[in-house]
């Protein structure tokens, strides 16, 4: 009743080709949006906006950029982590080397660098497919981090090589409070979505797909792997440089290359997975799962059981309950999360009726 | 009322054996019929009770929230009741992170005035958020190793001592066995660490150290989770070392270190073991491998300590003891976590008694101040019934690194034996010098600017 589509026509080819079609939808991600930059930095919690949100959004950068390489050009990697940490030390770098850095112009650097690492980790992809070449950007996982361990220069001969991250300052202004923080975040993070949401409709987002589906067929078709497999590999190290600095910069501000690990490489993994591969809303979704549900569970069972059951106990039971949360998803809903929002509009479309 | 409570009190910190059952059964009547308008103090709780760090977890946090219990128990910190809440970090820094805001503010509406992570990454994520926050971040043994410089970091302590003199104190354990510092030269060191930032922490004052000493230091990184360690020891074999130096994190880790030693047939005592890395849970897993390693402790184990047995009676003995298991009372994590309790209870004394506030709440600031009053000499810790389980020490306004004394124990196949006395670095000005160095390039770097202290008095 209230989400009817019927009757509206796409009578020209820019109608037609629009990121969202429906006017219920762009009026839901408006509100959305008008939520998010009006209405949450004022009213939540700093609980909510700096341990809650910020990691949030800086995760789901980071599962775009999975989603990107895995959803849309079909190239498994578990490197992710790896160009965060690209990122986030490319980042702190940038920042404090050069005299006078913006702090937006070095994250937009930080990506850059995260993508030329992430072609050169790209090039096995031109040999191995599949579960063999997620083996292969393993290395890139391993190799990253303990070059920034190994190497001093990288985290500038800190003692324990643990990095602090410097002010964010846009124009001379300082971010500091968490709602700040937030909106910086929220700002990049949005803007880089909309620019993966076009790409991935685009011609560049076909030619992932082309490959994807079958890389002999779409080389005959005149279509250069080595191009698109690389770029790919490229615009997906950069969204995870991006995200990384971000998770560094908004949320952690002491950061340990360790921090990085293969279990965040494996998370961002599921992120993407469980949020729903090649779609633009799955990984905030899939984001939201792998980082909020434990903490939801953490925070539930406190609540609920507190001293009355033992906490040994009660830290062993959520993760219980959260490995057999992601196998029944993977059993019911292998398309993911996005999936099941887009079941859920079918169904508000023809409501109160069945079909 | 007070009369009571302050008698009970009194006897709570002896030990009279005799007043014992009155006592208990006082401190439970008590303890069933709080009062109204009982002040609380707030504590957070942010636990590590599942995967690799378990034990290390439920071991600490149950200490701390066992001794919260008995103070509770006993009467309060002069009628203040303490609660708390507890938060899954699972050792792990983003959890901590949010564990660290969400306990923020506890049930009752206060605000939390320390903040332990059990664990150096957790200490590193939340380390820069003190002074803004105003909550004291309780070390207890680990972090970050510069923030022994009061000067650099008011709000950060480390009443345990930290890396780098536990470092020292090895390598003058090591020179003690061998006849001195003399006869260290030329003798060869390993160091083999988990490759992270806890790892690593103890290598500026070793790397100092073994270049003044002569000695021939090698560094071997063992990646996370370590639980694979054939190829560092088989390198191990090949170097022939004098002694080895391991830095181990999580059970696992720890007690491979032990069979993977016995296998290239390296001896176990010529090895020893980190403080948070060397337990009962650490040790009985490797069986007969683990026999004659070497541990550290600042918080010695064992039950017989008077206060361990006070809590032992009082607390389990009312069955509102925390660990699941009772024999782990007077273990390693268990009696370490004591410590830093002791620690907490202590400067909420103090912060109430240098403030004005005897029987009521303190603030951040003001519990930061009672804290930067410890004063635990040998008297108040026989007071406490702490003696010889913790070493006497005191924080100034530029001195935040604890006792800065270890002793150093032996595992016998199933227990502790401790085989030194309370010992510190070889030449404490030396690091301590190093702790200024490195703090002040901290401060240049993020433009601190260090307080003034006035000079220690004593």
Known sequence: MIYRQAGQFRTSYAADSRAIPFREDRVALALILIAAYFVIPFTA?????????????????????????????????????????????????????????????????SGVIAALVGVVFGLPSLRVRGIYLAVATLAAQFFIVWVIDKFGWFTNYDTSGIITTQRMEIFGYRFTTPAEQYLIVLGIVTALTWLADNMARGRTGRNWMAVRDMDVAAEVMGLSLLRTKLQAFAISSFYCGVGGALFAYAFLRSVEPTAFDIYLSFRVMFMAIIGGLATTIGPFLG???????????????QGLFGAAVDATIISALEQVIFGVAIILFMIFEPLGLARLLQIAQDRLRQWPFKY | ????????????????????????????????????????????????????????????????????TYVNMTGGVNGVQLVWAECETEYNAARTAECYQRLMVGPNGQRMVVFDTLGTPGAYAVINRMAEDQVVLAQYGYGRTDA???????????????????????????????????????????????????????????RAIAEEWGLNLVEIAIPSPGLEQQSQWLQIRRERPDWVTFYCAGSGMCSTGMTAAARVNFPRDRMIYVTFGGAEEDMVPAGDAGVGTYVVANAVPGRDFPLVQEIERVVYGAGRGNLSNPERVGTVYWNRGVGAAVAWIEALRNAQEMFDKVGQPVTGAEFRDGYEALDMNAARLEELGVAEMIAPYRMTCAEHGGARKFRMMQWDG????????????????????????????????????????????A
């Open chain 2, 1 to 68: 009322m007070t009369e009571t409570r302050e008698a009970l009190r009194g006897f709570g910190r002896g030990v009279r054996v005799a007043a014992a059952a009155a006592f208990a059964a006082g401190a439970a009547l008590l303890a069933a019929a709080p009062g109204a308008d009982a002040a609380e103090q707030y504590f957070p709780i942010p636990s590590s009770r599942v995967g690799p760090f378990s034990a290390m977890g439920t071991g600490y946090y149950g200490g701390i929230i066992d001794y919260l």
């Open chain 1, 287 to 301: 984001a939201a799962f792998i980082l909020l549900m434990p903490v939801f569970l953490n925070t539930t069972f």
């Open chain 1, 45 to 109: 919690s700093d609980y909510w906006l700096s341990v809650i949100l910020v990691p949030w959004l800086a995760l789901s950068l980071v599962a775009t950029g999975q989603n990107i390489l895995m959803g849309y050009a079909g190239q498994h990697s578990l490197g992710s982590a790896g160009f965060m940490a690209v990122g986030a030390f490319a980042c702190y770098n940038l920042m404090l080397r050069i005299d006078g850095m913006p702090f937006l112009v070095a994250l937009i650097l």
């Open chain 2, 414 to 457: 199933t227990q502790f034996q401790v085989v030194s006395d309370w010992m510190g670095p070889n030449d404490p000005d030396m690091i301590s010098e190093m702790i200024r160095e490195s703090a002040a390039r901290f401060a240049e770097e993020n433009g601190i600017t260090p307080r003034e202290c006035p000079p220690d008095p």
């Open chain 2, 148 to 206: 022994a410089d009061g000067t650099v970091w008011p709000w950060v302590f480390n009443a345990a001592s930290h890396y780098w003199d536990q470092i020292a104190m090895k390598l003058a354990f090591m020179a003690e066995q061998e006849g001195g510092v003399e006869n260290m030269r030329g003798k060869k060191v390993v160091h083999l660490h988990i490759d992270s930032a806890f790892g690593r922490e103890p290598l500026p004052a070793m």
